[in-house]
């Protein structure tokens, strides 16, 4: 818990004090009057997008979950991947998010090997789909990456995607490599704490082993029989990005701003490429950084940093916020039962 506050008060710190930076820096007589004629309306739609794209990922995670032979309903699903955005917001990469939807799709009574499997093939999905757009969107961004710093901060994210993209398919193609891999480690860790904690890592050992042999097993039944299942899952894909990425042009609409047609689209398929990049909680700083400089191409000045501010405020402190709630609920449903079953 103490670990959880840190890094949520470190994240908090460099997202507020980066995004007053932004504002402050494009702020002028402009700003007051754009914050006065705000459509309210497309605000609250912009909420409502948010939103949505937790039902659409949802959505996948029971399709993906289906296709294996294990049913999870989509009012469960929404509340298991809702409550990962609280955890992925606070640790770099939103690599937190992952371990708790394995470990709450193992609550639910599907085997670890499995639920990695699913959480794993949605990541998977993800920098698919991103890696194909970021071509489009760095040719559409072809003027703005002429500039050298930035070129190679693109450079370094489409880099990492591919390398971790290489090393799940390499994983998933080379099983016997991932069982010795991991074997290996596990046993450095057996000599490094001696003949104390002998049993623990033998147990440790066996376990492992008969996970990733689920594990593999359902990759090879969701790429042999469960193909229309994951064609739904690559559907929820296509369409998670879409509505999520549909955010920003209305946040723009209702501060007055028209959107510049695919250009905002290609902006946040390279956000998300350099977003990816372990650097800070949450990506907090770097995020914002980025952000001003990608919108600033179709943002006039004056509003870019209260358009900066309200991705923000709806891309990250609102997963914070739901997810920090479900999360609650989630643990307090938990002990519930638990004192029930006692």
């Not at 993906?64 to 990469?93: C, D, E, H, M, W």
């Not at 398929?269 to 179709?298: D, N, Q, R, Y």
Request: proline share 3%.
């Amino acid at each position: 818990m103490k670990k959880t506050t840190k890094w949520m008060a470190l994240s908090f710190l460099i997202s507020l004090t980066v995004m007053a930076g932004v504002l402050i820096y494009t702020f002028d007589a402009n700003t007051l009057e754009s914050i006065r004629n705000i459509k309210p309306f497309y605000i609250v739609l912009a909420i409502v997008l948010h939103l949505s794209s937790y039902a659409v990922w949802g959505l996948r995670t029971s399709v993906l979950s289906k296709a294996l032979g294990y049913r999870i309903g989509l009012t469960n699903a929404i509340q298991i991947v809702t409550s990962s955005t609280f955890l992925a917001s606070i640790t770099p990469s939103s690599i937190g998010g992952e371990p708790l939807r394995i470990h709450l799709l193992n609550n639910n009574n599907m085997p670890i090997g499995s639920a990695t499997a699913v959480v794993l093939g949605e990541r998977v999905l993800d920098a698919i789909i991103i890696l194909l757009a970021a071509p489009f969107a760095l040719y559409l961004f072809r003027d703005i990456t002429a500039d050298h710093n930035f070129d190679v901060i693109i450079i370094a994210g489409e880099v990492f995607l591919f390398f971790i993209l290489g090393i799940l398919l390499y994983a998933i193609w080379k099983p016997m490599h991932t069982r010795r891999a991991i074997q290996w480690i596990v046993k450095r860790c057996e000599n490094a704490f001696g003949e104390k904690r002998k049993t623990f890592f033998c147990n440790l050992s066996e376990k492992i082993d008969t996970e990733l042999e689920e594990f593999h097993d359902s990759i090879y039944y969701i790429l042999s029989k469960g193909k229309i299942g994951l064609l739904k899952g690559i559907i929820c894909t296509l369409f998670f990005w879409i509505v999520e990425f549909s955010m920003l042009p209305v946040i723009l609409i209702g501060l007055n701003v028209e959107p510049l047609g695919l250009v905002v689209y290609a902006a946040q398929v390279l956000l998300m490429i350099v977003v990816i990049i372990p650097t800070t909680p949450g990506s907090s700083g770097v995020a914002e950084l980025c952000a001003t400089t990608l919108f600033s191409v179709f943002v006039p000045t004056y509003v870019l940093g209260i358009v900066v501010i309200s991705w923000r405020a709806f891309t990250y402190y609102m997963n914070l916020l739901v997810g920090g709630f479900v999360s609650f609920k989630i643990l307090r449903d938990t002990v519930l039962v638990n004192r029930m079953l006692k």
